[in-house]
Nanobody, 128 residues
Framework: QARLVQSGGGSVQRGGSLRLSCVTS????????MGWFRQGPGNEREGVAT???????SYAGSVKDRFTISKDRDSNTLYLQMDNLEPEDTAMYYC??????????????????????WGQGTQVTVTA
């Protein structure tokens, strides 16, 4: 079974940048859907960005034009580049994936219901 191992995150000031990484233990090209999700204090989990195997991407409105999701097939790594960070971005961030076709349709809605592989989470803190 595929495992996801995250790295990156940390603490930055408003306007700063961070990059999150998520390495899969299997071929990343075999994932139908991968994405980044976050959960802040007192908030429900939110789909930040997803990417399908056909490279279609989807972003939450709050991060569009600031965050970029990408994949590197050579290293089997999913990335989330976060620029112009705001205190509202403070949360625990998780990468997730599905290697099942049933995740295809829901991927563009950033729906985590069909994603069955999750990273361990990494904290992102943005100070004012």
């Amino acid at each position: 079974q595929a495992r996801l191992v995250q790295s990156g995150g940390g603490s930055v000031q408003r306007g700063g940048s961070l990059r999150l990484s998520c390495v899969t233990s299997t071929y990343i090209s075999s994932a139908y859907c991968m994405g980044w999700f976050r959960q802040g204090p007192g908030n429900e989990r939110e789909g930040v960005a997803t990417i399908r195997s056909d490279e279609e991407t989807s972003y939450a409105g709050s991060v569009k034009d600031r965050f970029t999701i990408s994949k590197d097939r050579d290293s089997n790594t999913l990335y989330l580049q976060m620029d112009n960070l705001e205190p509202e971005d403070t949360a625990m961030y998780y990468c997730a994936a599905s290697f099942n076709l049933d995740s295809w349709t829901s991927c563009s809605r950033r729906d985590s219901g069909t994603l069955n592989r999750w990273g361990q989470g990494t904290q992102v803190t943005v100070t004012a």
